[in-house]
């Protein structure tokens, strides 16, 4: 089992920048495919991005693509996400999740993560 905290998230101008951090308990960090989500008032929670055990894949939301990065240390037992250009259409509570099954690859949804993080909130002010 797997225990997820995210960090990171605050009150920031449009255009501007922050970097979430989700750290992970155990020695199996690695053998995870993370993802991030996130979910707006009134809204439905949504994929932002993913990657997959190694670092060597990322996948993104058409929503997010070109502006966020997601990245991991398994040596930190951390996953990141990485936000620049930040628009009011981004404020939302962020969450990290965790794929042991490594059936969320390429996959544009939170169907097969089992562990998720409390999340945090991120606002964005126009």
């Known amino acids: 089992q797997v225990q997820l905290v995210e960090s990171g998230g605050g009150l920031v101008q449009a255009g501007g920048s922050l970097r979430l951090s989700c750290a992970a308990t155990?020695?199996?960090?690695?053998?995870?495919?993370m993802g991030w989500f996130r979910q707006a008032p009134g809204k439905e929670r949504a994929f932002v991005a993913s990657?997959?055990?190694?670092?060597?894949?990322?996948y993104y939301a058409d929503s997010v693509k070109g502006r966020f990065t997601i990245s991991r240390d398994n040596a930190l037992n951390t996953v990141y996400l990485q936000m620049n250009g930040l628009s009011p259409e981004d404020t939302a509570v962020y969450s990290c999740a965790a794929d042991r099954s490594g059936r969320s690859i390429g996959y544009y949804g939170s169907r097969f993560y089992e562990y998720w993080g409390q999340g945090t909130q991120v606002t964005v002010s126009s």
């Open positions: 155990g020695r199996t960090f690695s053998s995870y495919v």
């Open positions: 990657i997959s055990q190694s670092g060597g894949s990322t």
